[in-house]
């Protein structure tokens, strides 16, 4: 059986996150202070002293997910993982775990596109909401008749876990689809506090930078296989790799059936490295039988 490392997405994200690992691990100290030094701005007194508004800024919530992640797996007395993914965001910290992607690049290409995503939510007003208790394929069809006849951009986006989907796209056409998808038996149909629509053709306007700058990115094939987000497969090659996250930025997350694919391929225990605990909930909810801990 195999152990399969995953690392958090936007969201994750709270006052004090890697004090610790800062205190008490010198590579993780090491890492924070290049990441200080690479983004031009003391990061790390963010993360430790900063407000939950200075976190939610878009310059400091990517690149700090990601530094924490990568610095709490750097510090962890593990075996080599079998196999790896992250939600979103968290596919960068995934790469850099299965050493296809160095630290100094990763943490470029995230502060890139968290610059590039915040400037393509300023294009357009946008937002995504939390679609709980509700068929999958259900979603599918509200949101595709909802563009259909009005014309708004509204498509799945995140699929969380089995009843839990995140629907991205335009505010008239999210909401839309929110009384429809309430008319149609959902629990809860729920706007969520985010900047714009994440994950849907909104943010095509930061795919030719974020594109430019992953084609300049060194990008190694990884140790293990990464499950990335668009195909909800294993990928090796290099090439598909820079494909799948370009293609990420406007396509949706699959994170259960990454997760049930990872399960096929042997995964029995699921190690969630980074801030929070979220993966593990959802973990937990799409394959109830394997074993699911956390590091952060």
Same mark, same amino acid.
């Given at each position: 059986?195999?152990?399969?490392?995953?690392?958090?997405?936007?969201?994750?994200?709270?006052?004090?996150?890697?004090?610790?690992?800062?205190?008490?691990?010198?590579?993780?100290?090491?890492?924070?202070?290049?990441?200080?030094?690479?983004?031009?701005?003391?990061?790390?007194?963010?993360?430790?002293?900063?407000?939950?508004?200075?976190?939610?800024?878009?310059?400091?919530?990517?690149?700090?997910?990601?530094?924490?992640?990568?610095?709490?797996?750097?510090?962890?007395?593990?075996?080599?993982?079998?196999?790896?993914?992250?939600?979103?965001?968290?596919?960068?910290?995934?790469?850099?775990?299965?050493?296809?992607?160095?630290?100094?690049?990763?943490?470029?290409?995230?502060?890139?596109?968290?610059?590039?995503?915040?400037?393509?939510?300023?294009?357009?007003?946008? *937002?995504?909401?939390?679609?709980?208790?509700?068929?999958?394929?259900?979603?599918?069809?509200?949101?595709?008749?909802?563009?259909?006849?009005?014309?708004?951009?509204?498509?799945?986006?995140?699929?969380?876990?089995?009843?839990?989907?995140?629907?991205?796209?335009?505010?008239?056409?999210?909401?839309?689809?929110?009384?429809?998808?309430?008319?149609?038996?959902?629990?809860?149909?729920?706007?969520?506090?985010?900047?714009?629509?994440?994950?849907?053709?909104?943010?095509?306007?930061?795919?030719?930078?974020?594109?430019?700058?992953?084609?300049?990115?060194?990008?190694?094939?990884?140790?293990?296989?990464?499950?990335?987000?668009?195909?909800?497969?294993?990928?090796?090659?290099?090439?598909?790799?820079?494909?799948?996250?370009?293609?990420?930025?406007?396509?949706?997350?699959?994170?259960?059936?990454?997760?049930?694919?990872?399960?096929?391929?042997?995964?029995?225990?699921? *190690?969630?490295?980074?801030?929070?605990?979220?993966?593990?909930?959802?973990?937990?909810?799409?394959?109830?039988?394997?074993?699911?801990?956390?590091?952060?």
């Amino acid at each position: 059986m195999k152990h399969a490392y995953v690392f958090p997405g936007q969201g994750s994200q709270f006052t004090g996150m890697g004090k610790s690992l800062y205190d008490t691990h010198a590579r993780a100290r090491e890492m924070f202070e290049q990441a200080n030094a690479q983004l031009g701005f003391r990061i790390s007194d963010i993360l430790f002293e900063g407000t939950e508004s200075d976190l939610r800024q878009t310059k400091v919530t990517q690149p700090a997910i990601f530094l924490h992640s990568v610095a709490c797996f750097a510090t962890l007395n593990h075996p080599k993982p079998d196999m790896v993914a992250g939600h979103s965001l968290g596919e960068f910290s995934a790469l850099v775990a299965a050493e296809a992607l160095s630290f100094t690049d990763g943490l470029n290409l995230v502060s890139i596109r968290a610059s590039a995503m915040q400037k393509a939510c300023e294009v357009q007003a946008s *937002t995504m909401a939390a679609v709980l208790g509700l068929e999958d394929k259900k979603v599918e069809e509200i949101c595709a008749q909802v563009e259909k006849e009005t014309g708004e951009a509204v498509v799945p986006a995140n699929y969380n876990c089995p009843g839990q989907l995140v629907i991205s796209g335009s505010i008239k056409g999210v909401e839309t689809a929110c009384e429809r998808l309430k008319a149609a038996g959902a629990k809860r149909a729920l706007l969520l506090p985010v900047g714009g629509a994440f994950h849907s053709p909104l943010m095509a306007p930061a795919r030719e930078e974020l594109a430019a700058a992953i084609e300049r990115a060194e990008i190694k094939a990884p140790t293990c296989p990464v499950y990335q987000n668009v195909t909800a497969t294993a990928v090796s090659d290099p090439a598909t790799i820079r494909k799948n996250l370009v293609a990420q930025l406007t396509g949706a997350v699959r994170w259960t059936q990454s997760v049930e694919a990872m399960v096929r391929d042997g995964a029995n225990h699921f *190690t969630e490295v980074g801030p929070g605990k979220v993966l593990q909930g959802l973990i937990g909810k799409i394959a109830r039988e394997v074993t699911v801990d956390g590091h952060q």
